[in-house]
T-cell receptor
């Protein structure tokens, strides 16, 4: 599975859009981009995923570049509860998934 | 609240004890996972079960013994652990045959080995 590179930490003001970048330059054609987050003392929570097209759900938007070598997770109106570690993961479907977490980005939302 | 339930939430055990961690889901998922997470580190995959059969073992020491007695339950049996095995143990589940099925995680069991 392709590896990902994310900034170690980011800050964002409450109410603003949080844009979290992820580089996955070695991604293969059949690999999906997944985003999970982990709030302190909880298990990881699925946010969104995509293959080629941009995706949006009630939590976030995912923008994938045309060459698929990078992506950006957008939280449109960040709240204090969005403070968490955000993981960008690239994985191909193998039946049961082998989801390998990288170091992630620690996002802090400031009041 | 999550749809994957892990018990107990906290566990303290000595190095000579035998204990078990339990995980339960009722979403009809046929893939189940154990992850280990040390403090300030990302989760590390330990085991994957698909249709109640072990499909991935990430070279985990034999003092960790997984068991999947049915499609809803996943156990992790612990024996002769070391203090460095202290960590948060996370269980997850997913569908198997849907290509884009995300993992659903429980909130983990925080294990302390004394």
């Amino acid at each position: 599975d392709a590896k990902t590179t994310q900034p170690t930490s980011m800050d964002c003001a409450e109410g603003r859009a949080a844009n979290l970048p992820c580089n996955h330059s070695t991604i293969s054609g059949n690999e999906y981009v997944y985003w999970y987050r982990q709030i302190h003392s909880q298990g990881p929570q699925y946010i969104i995923h995509g293959l080629k097209n941009n995706e949006t759900n009630e939590m976030a938007s995912l923008i994938i570049t045309e060459d698929r070598k990078s992506s950006t997770l957008i939280l449109p109106h960040a709240t204090l509860r969005d403070t968490a570690v955000y993981y960008c993961i690239v994985s191909r479907f193998q039946g049961a998934q082998k989801l390998v977490f990288g170091q992630g980005t620690r996002l802090t939302i400031n009041p | 609240d999550t749809e994957v339930t892990q018990t107990p939430k906290h566990l303290v055990m000595g190095m000579t004890n035998k204990k078990s961690l339990k995980c339960e889901q009722h979403m009809g998922h046929r893939a189940m996972y154990w992850y280990k997470q040390k403090a300030k580190k990302p989760p590390e995959l330990m085991f994957v079960y698909s249709y109640e059969k072990l499909s991935i073992n990430e070279s985990v020491p034999s003092r960790f013994s997984p068991e999947c007695p049915n499609s809803s339950l996943l156990n992790l049996h612990l024996h002769a652990l070391q203090p460095e095995d202290s960590a948060l143990y996370l269980c997850a589940s997913s569908q198997v045959h849907r290509e884009n099925s995300p993992l659903h995680f429980g909130n983990g069991t925080r294990l302390t080995v004394t």
